[in-house]
């Protein structure tokens, strides 16, 4: 009876411990398939991208002057969008208050061309910004073409906000 017993515990507990080897399994595998893991590469980024007319340095200096005015006036538009859609929303609905900055610094720095916004996606090569590195590939982004656009250009991250960010403790604006 005794040996009855005890074997039957044992045999028990050897059950059990596969039971929960199994409900683990299952659990892990749950765990892997519905929660996503953390990573850079489920965020969604959106570029912005300055194409000078040309490489001309009057063309090459004004891209700069441009691109302060515009980033300047984007910051309050950007810094607090939560999401890739919100922030092609925004600046899809800023597209001419966009080019009326640009317009604006390229008439006051006495050229004659004008500017054009819009929304595609094209390649990028990697670039690191701090501790964030974006691997090469095809992005949406803002383009923001100054006159023919055919020059060399800047770019950098709207979304997340990368480019748009004030220091803390001061007006000035911090380009990653």
Not at 21 to 43: D, K, Q, R, T, Y
Not at 98 to 119: C, G, M, P, Q, W
Request: hydrophobic share 40%.
């Amino acid at each position: 009876d005794r040996y009855f017993v005890v074997n039957y515990i044992y045999e028990l507990g050897v059950f059990m411990k596969y039971i929960i080897g199994i409900i683990s399994a299952i659990a892990l595998v749950l765990v892997l398939l519905f929660c996503p893991i953390n990573s850079e590469s489920s965020v969604q980024y959106l570029r912005i991208h300055i194409r000078a007319n040309s490489n001309s340095y009057a063309d090459q200096s004004v891209k700069y002057k441009v691109k302060d005015a515009v980033v300047e006036e984007l910051i309050p538009l950007v810094s607090e969008i939560e999401s890739f859609e919100e922030a092609k929303k925004v600046i899809e609905a800023n597209f001419g208050f966009i080019e009326s900055v640009a317009d604006r610094v390229l008439e006051e720095n006495d050229f004659t061309y004008k500017t054009h916004a819009k929304i595609d996606n094209e390649y990028f090569p990697t670039r690191t910004y701090e501790d964030v590195t974006l691997e090469e590939g095809n992005y949406d982004a803002l383009i923001l073409e100054l006159g023919s656009g055919e020059g060399n250009n800047w770019w950098c991250i709207v979304f997340p906000a990368f480019c748009f960010t004030k220091t803390k403790n001061s007006d000035n604006i911090v380009y990653i």
